[in-house]
């Protein structure tokens, strides 16, 4: 038997336009059909025959951009939107936490706003009775419990509404992204109490943007993309799947960036402020490459870069340099060499050309970066260069900080016991070897 | 017809539910005012007081029946003006309930039914609060206005005449607060509508008025509304003391009730849009 079950569930919004309001109103007053007048011209599919079964006592997850159908999902499953078709079933009371401190009055005190809310969330007043001291210590309210509640902060607002909710003490947790907004104290409160229910065999429904928290707490993963379930799996690896798709994304947007860079260089006017030089030797185009030749945005801070550039020469130059820069999005220079600083001697140049430079390992963390290009004399006077015209995303499930990620590895001595990170689902068969013959490796010293 | 025995049985598992939303809606109410449930009192005796001064000192009591009294006159107005104001603020708090509550319909499961449930219970509560005035007031004329008519024993039935006007409202509250959900106009027609209602409605002239009782249009306008009716009820078991008229009351008790009807049928339709109108 399944705590949820969601059966070829399709939800379709319907978009109302000013005008089509209007003819609404008029023909519902004119032919009194007012039913057939609110049907919809435009419609948005929020969820497109969603097949989900959830077996009780699971956590879990539900991950997906923005727009994705996820709070609809949501909203479904607890009963507060009706699916256009298809079917839900739930097993036991339902507790959604999908906007903390909904239906809280501002007016009335923190006492009666716990009471009606709990009586909203299907307790019964012996229950809240019960529970009002526990609800209270959890949000940390015995102070104020008595004030009116629209003199409390938002922190303190949400604090209570968290609080009735999870002492409602449902079979199926609904939580939609709400702990984004505690602070630093009440939100590892949170997910305490929600491992608390994972303990009681109860089953949660998590909806979050915060990859990291899902794969820890999730026993599965669900990935929605337009409404429709794209995966379903074990965390690490829908994780992966998702940010990966979210990567190929991004290098469709860079793409449609750079082409626009091309076609932007026509006016130059508009560019002079990233570009300058007399152009006596130009550098006509710019590519990033993997190493294997294709263009590329998006790179994983262990990939390899090449930087290609087309450059012309209208006569010949003996002085000449090449160069190029990295910078990360807040201006900081994380890179920067040319072929003076290397030592190379220039000799002549004339006509067209490639130079490439290759980069056998970016070592850069998480962001965006740009990149400068420029041909120069040794002595600096500038022929073509071009300030941040480029840019390229790294982008990984690694979250370490700082500018570089310097190649590195961990080591510890037998007395300190450490587990290695879990290994992720398309890296496991390789991971799983190397561990195999690394204490084997221990025994022959 | 099944749907809405269904719903009624919806609202009274939610019993405890719309008592707490109620009782929360009166404390909201006057929170912060220094007078508190006062106003409950003070606001209908105002408005008498000004309707007195308006229609009986200023303009005269134009009716032969009320004998020239201004203060027999004061009474009838307050007779009417109490009740209308229950429907009116009703009708109009109705209209935005959903609105104002949309947090609960679109964030949590939440029966909307219990809205307009509540909004007229509330203003009913605060229509008996002014009730004990209109009753001392009775009282106090009956006994000392020579040409007033007596304290009778037909006041018992008053009950009947609220539970008219109840279901009304309710009806009248469900098929408003649904449909300006999806057509916001309705908001400002109605307070228009209702201005016009009100004076469409016996209140501020007693049926028995020549200009009405000579004129066969008027009389057959006036009777089609249901108001109208209700109103004679007041008048009747409280001015006049006499029995109500059981044709009208009872035809509009049917009327009420096909209303409460056809409202909720309204209501419970529309009802899958409120999440995501509202």
Request: positive net charge; charged residues 25%.
């Amino acid at each position: 038997m399944y705590a949820i079950d969601v059966d070829n569930v399709t939800r379709i919004y319907q978009k109302y336009s000013a005008k089509h309001r209007f003819q609404t109103f008029k023909s519902a007053l004119l032919r009194g059909d007012f039913f057939r007048a609110l049907r919809p011209d435009e419609l948005v599919t929020a969820l497109d025959g969603v097949n989900l079964k959830i077996e009780k006592g699971q956590t879990f997850g539900i991950i997906g951009e923005n727009g994705s159908g996820k709070s609809t999902l949501l909203k479904v499953v607890a009963g507060i939107a009706k699916p256009s078709s298809g079917r839900v079933k739930t097993q036991g009371k339902v507790s959604a936490l999908i906007e903390l401190g909904a239906g809280f009055h501002p007016e009335i005190t923190g006492r009666e706003n716990v009471t009606i809310n709990g009586i909203m969330l299907g307790l019964s007043k012996k229950e809240i009775n019960q529970k009002f001291d526990e609800i209270v210590r959890f949000a940390e309210l015995e102070e104020f419990i008595d004030a009116p509640v629209k003199t409390y902060s938002s922190g303190m607002y949400m604090r209570l509404g968290f609080s009735v909710a999870i002492n409602v003490n449902p079979e199926i947790l609904l939580i939609d992204e709400v702990l984004a907004v505690g602070d630093a104290a009440f939100v590892p409160k949170c997910l305490d109490r929600i491992d608390d229910f994972r303990r009681r065999k109860k089953t949660i429904l998590f909806v979050s943007h915060d990859l990291p928290t899902v794969s820890k707490i999730c026993d599965k993963v669900a990935w929605m993309k337009n409404g429709k379930l794209m995966m379903v799996g074990e965390p690490k690896r829908v994780v992966d799947a998702y940010l990966q798709d979210v990567a190929v994304k991004q290098e469709e947007k860079f793409e449609e960036k750079s082409k626009a860079v091309d076609l932007e260089q026509k006016f130059e006017e508009e560019r002079r402020e990233n570009r300058w030089g007399d152009r006596t030797v130009e550098i006509k185009r710019v590519r990033l490459l993997s190493p294997r030749g294709q263009e590329k945005h998006v790179f994983a801070p262990e990939d390899g870069m090449v930087v290609e550039m087309e450059v012309e020469s209208r006569v010949l130059i003996k002085d000449f340099v090449f160069g190029i820069g990295v910078f990360n999005s807040q201006g900081v220079a994380c890179y920067g060499t040319n072929t003076q600083l290397e030592d190379y001697e220039s000799v002549s140049i004339k006509g067209r050309g490639t130079v490439a430079c290759r980069i056998e390992r970016l070592g850069l963390v998480n962001g965006t970066y740009y990149l400068d290009v420029a041909v120069h004399r040794k002595d600096g006077f500038p022929f073509d260069y071009h300030r941040n015209l480029y840019s390229f995303l790294v982008s990984s499930t690694l979250r370490d900080e700082g500018v570089a990620r310097l190649a590195h590895a961990w080591t510890f001595s037998p007395m300190i016991r450490i587990r290695p990170p879990a290994p992720a689902g398309k890296a496991r068969a390789p991971r799983a070897a190397k561990k195999r013959h690394a204490p084997r490796k221990d025994k022959k010293r | 017809m099944l749907k809405v025995v269904e719903s009624v049985q919806t609202l009274y598992k939610y019993r405890v539910l719309i008592q707490n939303l109620i009782s929360r809606e009166l404390k909201a109410r006057y929170r912060g005012t220094v007078l508190g449930f006062l106003w409950s009192f003070i606001n209908p005796l105002l408005l008498m007081i000004i309707y007195t001064i308006v229609f009986g000192f200023i303009i005269g009591p134009r009716d032969p029946n009320f004998g020239g009294s201004p203060v027999l006159y004061a009474l009838f107005l307050f007779c009417g003006v109490l009740p209308w104001t229950w429907f009116s603020s009703s009708s109009i708090e109705s209209a935005n309930i959903l609105m104002i509550q949309g947090n609960l319909i679109k964030k949590v499961l939440f029966p909307a039914e219990v809205l307009p449930v509540v909004v007229v219970t509330s203003n009913f509560i605060h229509f008996l609060f002014g009730l004990p005035i209109l009753l001392a007031a009775k009282l106090l004329i009956a006994l000392f206005v020579p040409q007033a008519p007596p304290f009778s024993a037909w006041i018992v039935l008053l009950p009947l005449v609220l539970f008219v006007q109840f279901v009304f409202s309710l009806g009248f509250g469900f098929l408003i607060s649904s449909l300006t959900v999806h057509f916001r106009d309705i908001k400002d027609i109605l307070s228009n509508l209702l201005t016009f209602w009100f004076f469409a409605t016996p209140i501020i002239y007693p049926m028995s008025f020549p200009a009405i009782q000579n004129s066969k249009l008027f009389r057959t306008f006036l009777s089609l509304n249901p108001m109208t009716h209700i109103m004679g009820g007041y008048h009747d078991t409280l001015y006049y003391g006499k029995a109500p008229d059981w044709l009208f009351l009872g035809g509009t008790l049917l009327f009420a009730l096909l209303l409460f009807w056809a409202g909720h049928t309204v209501f419970d339709r529309l009802r899958d849009s409120f999440p995501e109108e509202v």
